[in-house]
């Protein structure tokens, strides 16, 4: 007996069947829907968090890797940031062609899905879209502060480079108030003669 769509769509009573889904089958899907965005929500909250911190902490390899340079050598550095291009990189002037180029050690650093909210130098704000800053070659290097955010502004990791360590400091949240519930070590801040 070969049966055509329509005799299937006739029930057993009798009536006809109705083409689709119930409600009772839509619910079921939107409440499976709605458990599996729910797990997953967090989750990829944190991935965009992550990509934040990771990019904090290339950000302060490269200004921990001039920093020892400085300490070392007597070479000009500077650090740039290009924020077209979403990167830092540490730069060395070559006088041989009296021009700068990049480090061949360190190379330019990515620091894409992440803003860099702030930077300064001493406290003077860098300019948001491109900056070099050059090194000074003797005497104490200036404070370096730079503070990354996620790409909607949120999730905010501080970089902090003193002008004596010879290492980067990457902490979470950007610093805001620190001054007030932290003592400072002016000694490690290169300002150990001057009076507070």
């Not at 004596?164 to 003669?193: H, K, P, T």
């Amino acid at each position: 007996m070969i049966m055509t769509l329509r005799n299937a769509m006739v029930g057993l009573a009798g009536r006809r069947c109705a083409p689709g889904f119930s409600i009772v089958e839509l619910l079921v899907v939107v409440v499976i829907l709605g458990v599996l965005s729910a797990m997953m929500a967090p989750r990829l909250a944190s991935i965009s968090g992550r990509g934040t911190e990771v990019a904090a902490e290339r950000a302060a390899g490269v200004l921990s890797a001039a920093a020892r340079r400085n300490n070392l050598t007597t070479q000009r550095l500077a650090l740039e940031f290009n924020g077209e291009r979403e990167d830092l990189a540490l730069l060395v002037f070559d006088p041989a062609r009296g021009e700068w180029r990049e480090d061949g050690l360190t190379g330019r650093v990515s620091l894409s899905g992440s803003l860099l909210r702030e930077a300064t130098s001493d406290g003077v704000r860098l300019e948001q879209g491109r900056w070099v800053l050059e090194l000074p070659q003797s005497g104490p290097r200036p404070l370096i502060r730079m503070v990354f955010t996620d790409t909607r502004g949120r999730d905010p990791w501080l970089v902090v480079l003193a002008p004596r360590a010879a290492r980067a400091e990457v902490r979470a949240g950007d610093g805001a108030g620190a001054d007030a519930d932290e003592s400072v070590d002016l000694d490690a801040l290169g300002r150990g003669e001057q009076p507070w």
